[in-house]
């Protein structure tokens, strides 16, 4: 079941800016991942981020998760346009089957 | 990281007939596999639930008898679209879930895409 919200739908950016997308969820979770889908083409997992951190890094990829709020949201720095593709977090809610739950996603597109 | 394939990437066929996509996890041994549908510019939503050696569970709105689901080994997870419609153009993604002691991992397949005619 679609749980997730995303926001922006899309954001279109220029390259070396930041882009920052936002993620709701509606129950309780275990982790809540972030993943990356070039148009056509499989998903790459990108950052899992555990329900007892609320903030994690890598590499030019910043990540929070506010379960109060019950969002996350996913920080892209210094946009390359090799980045443009769509975004989406996934939620591992507590006591699935470990079944993910994607959010509506973001189309990310970065001009050069 | 483990490695999920997905068998064909891509297949066309014409309405009325069915379609087999394999799923496989070529390095590690996989007790659940999950099956999702992704339809253009949608997000994934998760269809089943593939269990080796037993039934799979669907999801609500996920027709059984449609959506044919057989995990017969522990590398391998079929989903056979029955009687496709052009309704069922869609990109199907598997994933498996590769299991350490309490630790476990999710990979995801490259997906297929189906177009019915």
């Known amino acids: 079941s679609q749980q997730g919200e995303e926001d922006p739908q899309a954001l279109s950016i220029q390259e070396g800016e930041n882009a920052t997308m936002n993620c709701s969820y509606k129950t309780s979770i275990n982790n809540l991942q972030w993943y990356r889908q070039n148009s056509g083409r499989g998903l790459v997992h990108l950052i899992l981020i555990r329900s007892n951190e609320r903030e994690k890094h890598s590499g030019r990829l910043r990540v929070t998760l506010d379960t109060s709020k019950k969002s996350s949201s996913l920080l892209i720095t210094a946009s390359r346009a090799a980045d443009t593709a769509s975004y989406f977090c996934a939620t591992d809610a507590s006591g699935s089957a470990r079944q993910l739950t994607f959010g509506s996603g973001t189309q990310l597109t970065v001009l050069p | 990281g483990a490695v999920v394939s997905q068998h064909p990437s891509w297949v066309i066929c014409k309405s009325g007939t069915s379609v087999k996509i394999e799923c496989r996890s070529l390095d590690f041994q996989a007790t659940t596999m999950f099956w999702y549908r992704q339809f253009p510019k949608q997000s994934l939503m998760l269809m089943a639930t593939?269990?080796?050696?037993?039934?799979?569970?669907?999801e609500q709105g996920v027709e059984k008898d449609k959506f044919l689901i057989n995990h017969a080994s522990l590398t391998l997870s079929t989903l056979t679209v029955t009687s496709a419609h052009p309704e069922d153009s869609s990109f199907y993604i598997c994933?498996?879930?590769?299991?350490?002691?309490?630790?476990?991992?999710?990979?995801f397949g490259p997906g297929t895409r189906l177009t019915v005619t």
């Open positions: 994933s498996a879930i590769q299991r350490e002691g309490l630790r476990y991992e999710q990979y």
């Open positions: 593939s269990n080796e050696g037993s039934k799979a569970t669907y």
